[in-house]
């Protein structure tokens, strides 16, 4: 008699059953939306604070170098650059940097870049130093991977569909693994980033006639190296790894399952970003953006969940391949 049980292969984890269990798992503890409604609220309401004194004159200054290669065009370039820079500076609130990345409490008023709301026009605070501003992002952004540590702990679960306790113990383990995972990827985004925007540069400066190519293939090349680091955060909280292990895992799950994977990352994307859209319609100085604030805390944590259980069966699945490979390279090796 055959044993069918060793003739059924693994599957990997499937896109559209891993939305709906992630959703699921949100809409059973709706409690979760709270963290980015609450971070969302407070930039709403809070204080706008703002480093536009400081860095408008720098980025002037920057654009009149830059200009001189531009020959008679360079007065168009400088006023259409300075204006850009004043409206991005007018928007610009330092206390974004609560939405910590790649671990933080999703917002969508990081994106808005509000400077009023139904009730008024925001307080706004200058920052009066660099130094000033470089310890509030740095306070900032360290609690927020505390928030967004504690965020992502809670999501895990619900989407683990773990009993166990909550420990401090386990806190205080992801959030010092998410400090570390953080530092990793900007030193990887420095040592990688700044020769390839150096290059860019140099192109648009040499060559002004490529447009936005060198934009294009910038872009495609980060999204091919960032790819395989999609679930970096997940192993800190779903299987307590450290922060490199934690990379490792990811590259080689996303790379057994490229385009599984990458259907489900693209489709997150495309939920996430254009969900936000529609959460974004009414305009900061609305109160109905406060019905795009709960809908966008749920779409986002239900993504979030889903990751989580794609990535649960992902393992799964990736264990149960590598125990089939292990026979067959044993007899090879006899």
Sequence with gaps: MLNTDSQVKPKPPRLIPSLVEGFNAVAGQIHLIIFPIAIDLFLWFGP????????????ARAVEISSEAYGQQGLEIIKSSNELWAELLDGFNLLFGLRSYPIGV???????????????????????????????????????????????????????????????????????????????????????????MCLMSSL????????TLPYMIFSLAFVWLALPMAFSPHGIFHGGM????????SFK???????????FLIMVILLGYGLDMLWSTPGVDSWM?????????????????????FYREGLKWFSEVIKDKQPAVKKAEF
């Design 48 to 59: 706008l604070v703002r480093v536009k004194d400081l860095l408008m004159p720098v980025m």
């Design 253 to 263: 799950l996303v790379r057994s399952m490229m385009t599984g994977s990458g259907m």
């Design 106 to 196: 999703p917002s969508l008023m990081v994106s808005q870049g509000a400077q009023e709301n139904p009730l008024g026009a925001l307080r706004i605070i200058e920052v009066a130093s660099f130094n000033s501003a470089l310890y509030l992002v740095l306070g900032l952004s360290a609690v927020g991977i505390v928030f967004g540590s504690l965020y992502f702990i809670l999501v895990a679960r619900a989407a683990g569909k773990t009993s166990d306790p909550f420990s401090m113990h386990s806190l205080f383990h992801s959030v010092g693994q998410s400090l570390l995972l953080s530092l990793i990827l900007l030193m990887m985004a420095i040592v990688l980033g700044f020769p390839a």
């Design 204 to 211: 648009i400066l040499m060559l002004p006639g490529l447009g």
């Design 242 to 249: 450290n922060a490199s292990r934690s990379i490792v895992t």
């Design 289 to 309: 953006l406060l019905v795009g604030i709960f809908g966008h805390g749920f779409i986002s944590c239900g993504l979030l969940a889903s990751s989580f259980v």
